[in-house]
């Protein structure tokens, strides 16, 4: 039987629970998810649209949430649909099973992907497994763990393709945070005089962690932002490109790219902006016949919208100046579902370097 309640998990795993799964048994979350209009219409378009990769096939879906792509892979002729969930969220999944009158086909079974034990192969393993900046909670470990140990040689994987863009920005956003940073510096300094006046303690020591802090919080943090393309102020850039059937966790655990961006107006750089697209093509064996793409890029809304990096103190840039450095994409190591992110780079204008290369460091909490 699956090990569903935390008496039976280890320590490890119940802190990974709380801190991760546990949001996803509540049908407020699945809500959330399901009335986003983008997210649905890409996956929904991606299997009802190719009914004939998934007729006759036998479909696993990792994560399956309330169960909505177990219960289109059904309508879409699958003979037979294993759908995990490791959370209780399970239970609500086969009430709508039951409701859509697909029981003799989907199957829900809880626990954990890589602590189940699906009875035979699959044809076809369909998930939505992206988070914010797509590698974000690190769900794709456990897809690409059901890839390995039970899809069929030519089985394909939904969605197949998956690339990281950024781009150079003008963000509307940093104001507001410079803004807030500042305030919270002034806010300190009242503080510390009120304790000195009323308590007769210094605390004026505290200024620079607390600085710290908050300069790490509201400059150095990601922060998620529903961009416009008019914030763009640069060429984009693949920060990766992965093909779902073949990637490996290690690869994904450090991601590291070169990257060169021609600036196209006279402006600020007060940011790099990241987000993600996923093409759903079937593999090389067994191709979609009609490929269905979904992006979260900006003027693409969706519940997982961009990623803002703050550049702070912003850059003045020129039409044609060149921004070119590198970008490392790795798992912070207290909680491997989150991300730590650096950006070094070097403003060129006229092939000539405007100031010293900066390294700005972000986590993606």
């Not at 799964?21 to 959330?32: E, N």
């Not at 959370?87 to 890589?114: I, K, P």
């Not at 305030?183 to 605390?203: C, K, P, T």
């Amino acid at each position: 039987m699956p090990e569903t309640h935390a008496g039976q998990k280890s320590k490890s795993e119940q802190l990974d629970f709380a801190n991760y799964f546990v949001s996803y048994g509540y049908l407020y979350h699945q809500k959330d998810m399901l009335q986003d209009q983008g997210r649905m219409d890409g996956y929904r378009n991606a299997i009802l649209m190719n009914a004939r990769s998934f007729a006759g096939k036998v479909v696993l879906d990792v994560g399956t949430g309330s169960g909505i792509l177990a219960i289109w892979a059904a309508k879409a002729g699958a003979k037979k649909v294993y759908a995990v969930e490791a959370t209780s969220m399970s239970q609500h999944a086969r009430r709508l099973v039951a409701q859509n009158n697909l029981q003799d086909v989907v199957v829900v079974l809880e626990g954990y992907m890589e602590k189940l034990e699906i009875p035979e192969k699959v044809d076809i393993i369909v998930s939505e497994w992206m988070g914010y900046f797509l590698l974000r909670e690190a769900m794709l470990d456990s897809v690409l763990y059901a890839r390995d140990t039970y899809l069929k040689p030519g089985g394909a994987m939904y969605p197949s393709h998956a690339q990281i863009i950024m781009a150079p920005l003008c963000a509307n956003l940093h104001t507001q945070r410079a803004g807030e940073y500042a305030d919270e510096l002034g806010a300190w300094a009242d503080f510390s005089e009120y304790m000195r006046a009323s308590n007769g303690v210094e605390i004026g020591g505290l200024a620079e962690y607390y600085d710290r802090e908050q300069f790490e919080y509201l400059l150095q943090t990601a922060h998620w932002c529903q961009l416009s393309q008019a914030e763009i102020i640069g060429d984009e850039f693949n920060l990766c490109e992965m093909d779902v059937h073949d990637v490996t966790v290690p690869q994904l655990s450090d991601v590291r790219c070169d990257f060169r961006s021609e600036i196209v107006a006279e402006t600020e750089l007060t940011a790099f902006g990241g987000w993600f697209d996923v093409q759903f093509k079937g593999s090389a064996a067994a191709p979609a016949g009609t490929p269905v793409p979904l992006s979260t890029a900006p003027g693409a809304p969706t519940h997982w919208a961009q990623q803002v990096f703050l550049v702070h103190p912003p850059l003045s840039v020129m039409e044609g100046d060149v921004v070119e450095g590198s970008v490392r994409l790795c798992r912070q190591k207290v909680n491997h579902r989150l991300l730590y992110v650096q950006v070094r780079f070097t403003l060129l204008r006229g092939g000539a370097p405007v100031e010293p290369e900066r390294t700005c460091n972000y986590r993606i909490d």
